[in-house]
């Protein structure tokens, strides 16, 4: 009795707060006395009024469970807890609940109610936690209470909340599949949240509840594809699983139209001597076949599924770069799949669980497009490391890589194997030399010779699969090797596997004509033995005897009725039974019936030789990477994968209706505040439009003209500043303003020449650039302003007056226009005067200042929308213009070049119908009649990209083409400048810190410390406007972004060494970390 106090007490004294766990002495008798109690110390700490003791002790209960430990009888200790006002210990709660809930389904209900008050705790994962705890409790009484907190859970704020309630949907539907309905509405809203951290769990509830639905995917196809790449690594699988099967419901196949060529590739091409043989009815009828098949024209969403899905080949995670390759092997034109290879190559460097899987996808892939892999032949070679399941993968993988080129150095690769010391892996290469004769006749003989020389083999498993693939070489050429069949006849003596000695019969009695005087005497020996065979080789031995009773009777009689009789009376079914229908086939009687007058064609009829085939050539019905394609068998799940559809389905089901922009009364309010800065961005496209404008600031813009050309950096920087006080509710008087709008409109003229010149050398550089087209990145060089299109926006439109007209299109050639070095230089004295109101409070500010502030942006050359070549003869670029879009403000002003370069007008130039990712709208231009030869013309578009940098993808229509191009914008150009003052800059900055302030340190190169380079930089990098500040190495800019008016507050901290901080301030944190990158990129190239 005095074991149990020993014990305690040794307990007692070895308890400290860093163990995680007691032990106890065996010697104590402590593990074998009824009254002991495990974990007393873990119950105590939990019973305290102590935070700090429970938090230790839950602890040490989660590392228990960590290692695998056994804590069930904890929990009612707990549960108890989960009420617990410390935050730490209820989440260390909840992790031990979600472990236990399952198995102590009785005691969680009693905290049920705990639970639902946990659904409405306001941290995040304390409200995970109940719903996940909530859904493991599989009691079908409780289904109501989770159906409410799911859909709870689904509008919640957090998306970790959302995601939670996501995993929780398929728990419910496998407790009670009624509520199928109510979960497919969760599942439906779900799909619309455009949060990353949702998607992947969200389309697994998808898959789980209601896979047939597809009409629930169809809104949401673009934002999945879109999403995909920042999605984690689990939900990516998942997500392309799904589309990759909703792509085969929704497009046409890519491969459709090459069958026919497959057909006939020569035809198809150059044509061969044998069809033109056949006149031209065969070519007419090959021609109205290739005409009846319409044209395939793939649709852009299944372009853009196949585009969203390519990066992701590099992704680290091998399940991600698998769900890739099989989406291209069963999606992409035939032309695309090629790139998928290397990726799957990468993957054979990994584990062996990896390769495993890897292989058996390869080995499929590679019947089907061996060209595929054929440059990573070496790839494929075996490693002695390799485990055998790997080894016989590659053999498989090289047998169907072999062809006429490379079968010598896979033949050599072969006899290396089969001196290895694993015999499965030797059995399978034999089998593989085999397959490598079968489908290339020109090595045939040579494999049959290598083959021939293992039979001298020692190990006798070598011989004996040496002469299973033997006997299937030899029935497809028998009168040439009857030396062969002789010298496995000789073996019978010593091969003992049951599968050789029956080939050699099988051999021996299918061709016995060719060997007559060896055949009789290997019945002899085989009917000595006939007891001691095994069932495979009695039946061989039985067909050799009644094929040699049919054609040697002769000598073979007796041996034969011998065999019979002996087989009569043997223990296997199976042989007694063949005996006696040969004896009765064979052997003339008066019961015999008509087919024992056929018996001879019945046993030698000529039998068609084996095909060896892959054993992977019919797994590719199987969805690759899939499980049941790894089993080749349908595992419990799956999903089968469609067929491509003969017609193609409407694709506008996938348009989403994006509602019109709804302004609050303070945006209304800041918009009109910006109006200014818009009216006179549109006064700089030169003399129509400063025709257009008020005779009176007319007639002042002129009185200033000759004091604009000295002084525009000043007058630019009083514009600025006029503005932003015109913006912050009149502090200048209506005249000033006037009077400098005036005055910035002349000045904008005649700076607009030298920028014209530029533009007009470029533009020819750009319609002759081979660069890559539509879909292409945009570097930050593409990211400048250029002011001459703003002049071009005016030729599509038709002018009402004929003058202003015809001196528009002579701003290209820029011959009637004086150079600016001419004008005469007015005194310092007029802006001074004009502006002392406007400098005070600048004293401090450097004089670089002035002329960055006024200095245009330069702009860069055009971008490539569609190469002539692939346009055939019709070149597109496009800038974009930092105007404002007449149509709409929100919207990107983009500048389209046309250029007709072949030797026909082109008619009809429009936009086609777009289909446009949600939120995503364009302006189209007018349709532009007819373009002729060597002809330019420009439009202007108006694109909302909705502050996200996705690409605007659209078609340009002629009257007789299609041309799929894309618009991709820089961030930079996703907003436009705001004049503010110093202080203002300052309480706005303010107001955006925390996660909405982004910071990067960099270090600035030597040729990019002045004022004017830097601010060249930045500003052509993003469309800010420059703030005034008081210090010389600091630097301000301020935007708005064009669709929602979010403020972009940019700093850059220079200090004199080089080293610098830039800090950029938005509401739209993704926005501000793309801006930082590309302004850090541009400042240190």
Not at 391 to 420: D, G, H, M, W
Not at 605 to 610: F, L, M, N, R, S
């Amino acid at each position: 009795m005095s074991a149990a106090p020993a014990y305690s007490e040794d307990k007692g004294s070895s308890a400290g707060p860093g163990e995680p766990e007691y032990g106890h002495d065996p010697a104590s008798g402590g593990i074998f006395s009824s009254d002991y109690k495990r974990h007393d110390d873990l119950k105590e700490m939990l019973d305290t009024n102590k935070d700090s003791l429970k938090l230790e002790a839950m602890k040490r209960i989660v590392a228990m469970i960590a290692r695998g430990k056994n804590a069930s009888d904890l929990f009612p200790a707990v549960v108890k807890n989960v009420a617990c006002k410390n935050i730490e210990v209820k989440k260390l709660v909840y992790v031990y609940l979600v472990r236990y809930a399952e198995e102590q389904q009785d005691l969680a209900l009693l905290s049920i109610s705990t639970f639902q008050r946990g659904l409405k705790d306001p941290n995040q994962l304390i409200r995970a936690s109940a719903l996940r705890v909530l859904s493991s409790i599989r009691v079908p009484i409780i289904v109501p209470i989770m159906m409410l907190a799911i859909k709870e859970a689904a509008s919640d704020m957090s998306p970790y909340v959302r995601k939670t309630a996501a995993h929780a949907i398929p728990k419910l539907y496998s407790l009670d599949s009624d509520q199928k309905d109510q979960l497919i509405e969760v599942i439906e809203k779900l799909l619309a949240d455009k949060t990353t951290l949702v998607a992947g769990s969200v389309v697994m509830a998808f898959e789980e509840v209601c896979p047939e639905r597809i009409d629930l995917i169809h809104k949401n196809y673009r934002k999945l594809c879109n999403l995909l790449i920042d999605v984690e690594e689990w939900g990516q699988v998942v997500i392309i699983s799904m589309l990759t099967r909703y792509a085969r419901t929704q497009f046409l196949s890519p491969t459709q139209n090459e069958s026919l060529l497959e057909e006939n590739p020569e035809k198809a091409f150059y044509g061969s001597e044998e069809d033109e043989a056949k006149g031209p009815g065969s070519e007419a009828a090959a021609s109205t076949a290739m005409s009846a098949r319409k044209p395939y024209v793939m649709d852009p969403d299944h372009r853009l599924l196949l585009r969203n899905t390519k990066p992701l080949l590099q992704s680290r995670s091998a399940a991600v770069v698998m769900a890739v390759a099989q989406l291209y092997f069963h999606l992409a034109p035939k032309a695309e799949v090629g790139v998928i290879a290397k990726a799957l190559v990468r993957l054979l460097r990994s584990h062996s669980e990896v390769q495993y899987v890897v292989l058996q996808n390869v080995a499929t892939m590679s019947i089907k497009r061996r060209g595929m892999f054929e440059p990573y032949l070496k790839s494929f070679y075996i490693r002695s490391t390799d485990p055998t399941q790997i080894k016989i993968l590659k053999l498989e993988v090289l047998t169907n890589l072999a062809n006429e080129t490379n079968i010598p150095t896979v033949l050599r690769e072969f006899q290396t194997y089969i001196r290895s010391m694993d015999k499965d892996f030797v059995a399978a290469t034999i089998q593989a030399i085999g397959r490598c004769a079968t489908n290339i006749g020109r090595v045939r003989d040579t494999c049959l010779n290598g083959l021939v020389q293992l039979l001298s083999n020692r190990d006798e498993l070598v011989v004996a699969e040496s002469v299973v693939v033997i006997k299937k070489l030899l029935q497809m050429q028998p009168a040439q090797h009857g030396e062969i069949i002789k010298h496995l006849a000789k073996l019978t003596d010593n091969i003992q596997v049951p599968m050789a000695r029956a080939s050699i019969l099988w051999l021996i009695g299918e061709y016995c004509e060719h060997v007559p005087r060896i055949a009789p005497d290997v019945l002899r020996k085989m009917a000595k033995s006939f007891t001691a065979e095994e069932d495979i080789v009695k039946l061989q031995v039985i067909n050799l005897a009644a094929k040699l009773y049919l054609t040697n009777s002769k000598q073979t009689k007796l041996l034969t009725q011998y065999v019979l009789s002996l087989a009569k009376y043997d223990q296997n079914y199976d042989i007694r039974d063949r005996a006696r229908f040969t004896r009765q086939l064979i052997v003339p009687s008066e019961q015999g019936g008509a087919l024992s007058r056929h018996a001879k064609k019945l046993f030698l009829a000529p039998k068609p030789a084996p095909v060896l085939e892959s054993s992977f050539k019919d797994r590719d019905h199987f969805q690759l990477g899939s499980l049941s394609h790894l089993l080749n068998a349908k595992a419990t799940g799956y999903q089968e994968l469609p067929d491509w559809p003969e017609e193609a389905p409407d694709p506008s089901v996938r348009n989403v209706e994006v509602p019109e922009w709804t302004k609050c009364s303070n945006r209304e309010k800041r918009k009109e505040k910006e109006k200014p800065f818009y009216s006179d961005s549109e006064g700089e496209s030169g003399p129509t439009e400063s025709a257009d404008s008020d005779p009176e600031s007319e007639s002042e813009s002129d009185s200033k003209s000759s004091s604009e050309s000295g002084s525009g950096e000043s007058s630019s920087e009083s514009d600025n500043k006029d503005q932003d006080e015109d913006e912050e509710k009149g502090r200048s008087s209506e005249s000033e303003h006037s009077e400098e709008e005036g005055k910035k409109r002349k000045m904008k003229k005649r700076k607009k020449v030298p920028e014209g010149q530029e533009g007009g050398s470029s533009s020819d550089e750009g319609s002759d650039s081979s660069s890559s087209s539509s879909e292409s990145e945009m570097t930050s060089e593409t990211e400048e302003e250029q002011v001459e299109p703003a002049s071009w926006r005016k030729k599509t439109p038709p002018s009402s007056k004929s003058a202003p007209a015809a001196k528009e299109i002579s701003l290209l050639d820029l011959e009637d226009f004086t150079p600016p070095s001419v004008q005469p230089v007015s005194p310092p004295t007029v802006v001074s005067t004009s502006l002392a109101a406007d400098l005070e409070g600048l004293t401090l500010t450097d004089s670089p200042l002035v002329p960055s502030l006024l200095s245009p942006v330069l702009g860069v050359g055009r971008q490539e929308l569609l190469h002539r070549v692939a346009g055939e003869g019709l070149a597109v670029d496009y800038t974009f213009s930092r105007q404002p879009f007449s149509g709409d403000p929100h919207m990107v002003s983009v500048h389209i070049h046309f250029s007709n370069s072949s030797d026909t007008p082109i008619k009809g130039l429009h936009v086609g119908t777009p289909k446009l990712p949600a939120g995503i709208s364009i302006q189209e231009f007018p349709e532009i009649e007819s373009l002729a030869p060597g002809e330019s013309a420009t439009a202007v578009m108006g694109f909302n990209f909705c502050d996200s940098t996705q690409a605007a993808n659209f078609q340009l229509c002629t009257q007789t083409r299609q041309f799929y191009v894309s618009i991709q914008p820089p961030v930079g150009e996703l907003m436009a400048p705001v004049f503010m003052s110093e202080n203002e800059f300052k309480k706005e900055q303010g107001k955006l810190t925390g996660m909405n302030e982004i910071t990067e340190k960099l270090t600035l190169p030597d040729t990019c410390r002045s004022d004017h380079v830097v601010v060249q930089k930045v500003t052509a990098t993003a469309n800010l406007g420059r703030v005034p500040c008081g210090t010389s190495d600091e630097y301000r800019f301020a935007g708005r972004t064009l669709t929602s008016g979010s403020l972009v507050l940019l700093t850059l901290d220079a200090q004199p060494t080089g080293a610098a901080q830039l800090t950029v301030n938005s509401e739209k944190m993704v926005i501000g970390t793309m801006l930082v990158k590309d302004v850090v990129q541009a400042l240190t190239q």
